[in-house]
Every structure is written in C-alpha cells, then in structure tokens.
C-alpha cells in the first residue's frame, strides 16, 4: 500500500491538529478542570495516532498474517502453516521494531513503516482460537475498526469457526469485507467462480446482503515485491489481485464523512471540557462576586478611617493652639499691666505677681489642654474601635450568606472551602478585638505615649503630672521672673528705665517662649497622631489582609483562566471548521 491514505494537505492538518490538542491538553491542566475530563481528552488525541483501524480475522492459517505483511510491503508478522499467530497483536507505527506482550492474549507490534502512523492493523489467531477467548478483540478492536478484512483460505473456504465468528461480530455493525486468499492454487476460473459463489452464499446467509468479496494472492503479492524484474514483478503484482483489495481499503478509509468524524472526533472532547470548564469558572466567579463586594466595603471601610483621621486632625490640633494662642495674649497684657512704676509694690514682692499671673493668665489653660487632648484621644480610639466593629460587621454578614447557601446546595470547591475558613479567621480576628476592645486602657496607653512624645522634644521635664501642667509650668517659671528688680536704685531709674526694659525683655522671652511651645507642642503631638493611626490603620489592614488578598489571587485567576478558556475555544472551533474542509479537500487514489 501507498504510504500514506491521506493527502498532503490531511497529513499537515492532522500535525497540526495533534500539536494543538497537545497545548490546549496543557494549557487545560494548568487550570482547575476535571482529571478524567483531561484523561478522555488525552484519549482521544491518542486516536489520532491510530487514526485508522484495520481489522484481520479468519480461520488459522488462511494466511490472515500473510496478508498483512504484503499489505504493508514488509515481512512484519511471523506466518506459518502450523497455528502461527497465538495473540491479537496490534501493529502499530513505533520508531523502532519493537514487540511488547501486554498479557499471555494481547500484544503490540511496533514498525516504523509510515503508513502506520494513520492506519493500525490488528492482526489475529484463528477464528477457532479466537471465539474461544480473546474478548479484547471483539469487545475493543472489532468495535472500533473502520474495516473487518474476513480473510478465509481457497483450500478451506468458510469454515465453521469462521461462520460462527462472522455471525458474532455482526452485532457490532461493522463493515466487513471478504478476501479470499491463496487464489493462486486455483488451476482455473470455475473453480474460483465456485469457492466465490460458496463463500457468498454462506456469508450473506449471516449478514443478509452480499459482501464486498476480493479473490487475492498474498504470496504472490510478496514475491511481486521481491522479483528484480520489473516486468515479472508487475505481472506477478497484477495477478495477486491485491491491487483491488487496497483501492477499496484506500476509498474506504479515506472517505470524507469517515476522516471528518475522526479529526472533529477529539477537538469536540476538548470542546467539551473548555466547555465544562468554562461554565465552572462562571460559577465561581458569580459566587465569588459577593466576597469581592465584602471586600471592597472592607476597603472602603479602611480608607474612609485613614481620610478621616488625616482630615480630622489638623483642626482638633488647631483648637490647642487656639488655647495657647489666647494664653500668649493674656500673658503679654499682664506684662503690660502689671510691670509698671505705679505697681512697685507689688513688684516688690516676686511671689504676688507670680500668683496674679497664675491666676489671671494661666487660669486653667493647663485643664484645657488635658481636656482638648483627652478629647482627641477618644476620639481616636472611638474611631478605631468603631472600624473594626464595621469589619466584624461585613465579615458576619458574608458568612451569613454563605450559611443560606450551603443550606441551598451542599459543597464547594477547594478554592470556595478556603474563602470559608478565610472568613471564618478573619471575622475571628475582628471579632476578639472588637470584644476585648478596652477603650479606657487604650486610651491612657495613647495618652501616655501623646505625653511621651511631648515630653522627649526636651522641652519640659519628665516626672509632671498632666500635659497641661507640664506646658505651662516651664513657661511661667520661666518668664515671670522679677526677682532682682528693686536693686536697680532709684525711682527714676526703675520708672524710666529698668521696668520698661524689664517689661520689654519679659514679653519678649515670653513670646519666643510660646513660639517654641506652640511649634513642639503641637508637632509632637501631630507627628504622634499621625504615627497611632499609620498604625491602627495597618493593624486593620493587617487584619483582614489574609481574606483581601485571597479574593485578589482568586478574582485574578478565574480572570486569567476565562482568557485561556476563551482563547481555547476560539483555537478549537477554528480547526473545527477546517477540518471539515480539509476532510473534503479530495481523497489521494
Ligand atoms: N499458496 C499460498 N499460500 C499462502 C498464501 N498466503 C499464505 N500462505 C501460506 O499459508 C500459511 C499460513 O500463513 P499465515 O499467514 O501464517 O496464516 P495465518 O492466517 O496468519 O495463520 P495463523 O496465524 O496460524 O492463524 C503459510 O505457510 C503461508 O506461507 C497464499 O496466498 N498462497
Ligand atoms: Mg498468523
């Protein structure tokens, strides 16, 4: 036979066709579809490596291998007078002649003839042997051949065994066709006419119509190929009758309707399965779509706390200022009023200013400032904890949705169990925080570190009770200092002189006093708000990270695999389209 029973162009194609399947078999495998949906694709692009399946059966010694080996040109199988052949064997395309024994019934021949690559051959013991045992031929190879050659011998045409098994494969609904073998040993054409005749007979008896029915020579075809003379050869080849027998094999075989199905046969397997896949993806991610809105709001939740804090602490920080601005002034009226000539008495005594001071110009700056500072903190913690009740809150109600759904219908995949248990540790996480949430021991913790802040700018010392306190107390000790005043001398000289200078130099170091207060004071504590809510922020981020994140990597997978689905399924119905056209593109005989 011709070496190969598809066209160029087919032969292309079915390359193409392996090497496509190959990379979408792969491409399928990296993402989550069914193992024994990939197995069946895996199968049926082996097929394509057997895209033909011939079929020989007969009584032993018909020369059923005989035949094989001169239609493949080779002498491949042993032949034999005496029962030859003890295993079906499969004769298939393999870089090397190789033989492999599956079990004591069943064996594979490997040849590296390249018609063997499209057309497999089973070649068989004798009916006889074979009605008897051997089920993997009926039950396998004679249900998914494309042709049964029923090979029975001249000097012993149609044997019982041989009608027997005819009528046991014709459940199958398979074509078979009849050779009629060792036609050589006819001295005439009567008694060929009378062996056809008989074997037609019988045949159709079983089958119900005539057979396809080829008188051949397979000894004759193989010394064809052996004569040197080309003009015996091809007389020798003429009269084997194999000639016929292959061209009806060929246009058999090569049939457009036959070669369509077998090339669409496995990209509608792959079809299939992106198919199936394609409709898993799309419920993942309809289910998925509820934890990406939860943690969007998560999100939202965590970003509207980070604008808020930001916004929010510049003009609670302001309304310190304000306290500290207002004391600036009073203080330097009291400078004003009180270090006069018409005062000296009082100024005589430091101690009574220093009161008066206290009283007028200090008042109670220092309760203001504790208070706008216990203010801020509450209402830093306030806002914290309020977020984190906010998270628990979406957290609870994504896992309240998904408690209705597993009532609805039970399971779940792999990546749906994880999203579960990711919920589940996370609105643990939120929820032990929120119930152990202490907001008075936060609180004097913030405090105690808004007050260490302060207190490290060096401008005050450490050991003072209160913020407040700590402020003011620095700043009155000191400016108010008029102590040494009346050594000055005389009247006039204190009058004209000593108390306007002194007056000026104690506004003076008073407001550059202020100035670095109001500066460090408030820098300090901004720069420490700041840095509390950096933390609180990451401490919720942190929190609810493990599920945020899991629903990204997920959202972006099923992304990723409906583009690869996608891409799949465009790749497969393209060569779909063509393999029709390539099946009709016209048969090589
Ligand atoms: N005269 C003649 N003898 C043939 C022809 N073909 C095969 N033989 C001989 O018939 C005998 C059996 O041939 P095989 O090919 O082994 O027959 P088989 O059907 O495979 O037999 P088993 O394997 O035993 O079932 C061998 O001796 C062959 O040489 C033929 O066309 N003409
Ligand atoms: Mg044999």
Redesign the pocket.
């Known amino acids: 036979m011709r070496q190969s029973l598809l066209t160029d162009e087919q032969a292309a194609f079915l390359r193409e066709e392996k090497e496509a399947l190959a990379e979408i078999r792969v491409a399928l495998s990296d993402i989550d579809v069914p193992r024994d949906g990939l197995a069946s694709l895996q199968t049926s692009i082996l097929q394509l490596d057997e895209l033909f399946l011939l079929v020989v059966v007969?009584?032993?010694?018909?020369?059923?291998?005989?035949?094989?080996?001169a239609l493949l040109g080779n002498q491949i199988?042993?032949?034999?007078?005496?029962?030859?052949?003890?295993k079906v064997t499969l004769v298939k395309w393999g870089e090397k002649v190789a033989e492999q024994a599956v079990d004591e019934g069943f064996g594979i021949l490997t040849y590296p003839l390249p018609l063997l690559k499209e057309l497999n051959i089973v070649?068989?013991?004798?009916t006889n042997?074979v009605i008897r045992r051997h089920e993997r031929l009926t039950d396998e190879f004679v249900p998914r051949s494309d042709l049964v050659l029923f090979?029975t011998?001249?000097d012993r045409p149609m044997t019982e065994s041989e009608r027997l098994f005819l009528e046991r494969i014709l459940a199958w609904g398979k074509k078979v066709v009849f050779v009629l073998?060792?036609?050589?040993?006819f001295e005439d054409e009567t008694s060929l006419d009378e062996v056809r005749d008989f074997v037609l007979k019988h045949a159709t008896a079983v089958l119900g119509d005539p057979p396809e029915f080829f008188p051949?020579?397979?000894?004759?075809?193989?010394r064809a190929q052996n004569e040197p003379d080309p003009e015996q050869s091809r007389l020798m080849r003429a009269s084997?009758g194999l000639d016929e027998l292959e061209r009806y094999i060929t246009t058999t075989l090569d049939d457009a309707t036959r070669l369509e199905l077998k090339l669409s046969n496995p990209l509608g397997t792959a079809e299939n399965l992106v198919a199936q896949a394609q409709s898993t993806v799309r419920d993942e991610s309809q289910e998925l779509h509820e934890d990406i809105q939860t943690t969007a709001s998560l999100e939202s939740v965590i970003d509207d706390y980070a604008n808020e804090l930001h916004s929010e602490l510049e003009p609670r920080l302001a309304s310190i200022e304000n306290i500290l601005q207002r004391f600036e002034q009073r203080g330097l009226d009291f400078f004003d009023t009180t270090l006069r000539l018409t005062n000296i008495a009082s100024l005589a005594r430091g101690s009574q200013i220093r009161a008066k001071f206290e009283k007028d110009v200090l008042a109670d700056v220092p309760q203001q400032i504790d208070d706008q500072v216990q203010r801020l903190i509450d209402w830093v913690i306030q806002k914290d904890q309020h977020q984190w009740q906010q998270v628990m809150a979406y957290l609870q109600r994504r896992q309240a949705q998904y408690h209705e759904h597993i009532v609805g219908e039970q399971g779940g995949g792999a990546s749906e169990t994880r999203r579960r248990e990711l919920i589940d540790t996370v609105g643990k996480t939120a929820q032990a925080i929120v119930e152990s949430y202490d907001r008075n021991l936060e609180a004097s913790e913030l405090a105690k570190s808004v007050e260490n802040a302060v207190a490290q700018t060096a401008l005050l010392e450490a050991g003072a009770v209160g913020l407040g306190a700590l402020v003011t107390i620095a700043v009155v000790s000191a400016t108010v200092d008029v102590t040494g005043l009346l050594a000055a001398g005389s009247m006039a000289i204190l009058g004209f002189l000593v108390i306007p200078y002194k007056r000026k130099q104690a506004k003076e170091r008073f407001k550059e006093k202020m100035i670095t207060l109001r500066t460090r004071l408030v820098g300090a504590m901004s720069s420490q708000f700041r840095g509390e809510s950096e933390i609180a922020i990451a401490r919720l981020k942190d929190g609810v990270a493990p599920y945020t994140r899991f629903i990204k990597a997920e959202r972006q997978r099923l992304e990723e695999a409906a583009l690869l689905l996608s891409r799949q399924e465009q790749r497969i119905s393209g060569l779909k389209a063509r393999s029709q056209a390539v099946a009709k593109s016209g048969t090589k005989s």
């Open positions: 007969g009584e032993f010694n018909a020369g059923k291998s005989a035949l094989v080996n199988l042993p032949e034999g007078t005496t029962p030859t052949t003890s070649d068989t013991p004798g042997a090979v011998s001249a073998n060792k036609a050589d040993i051949v020579s397979a000894r004759m075809a193989q084997s």
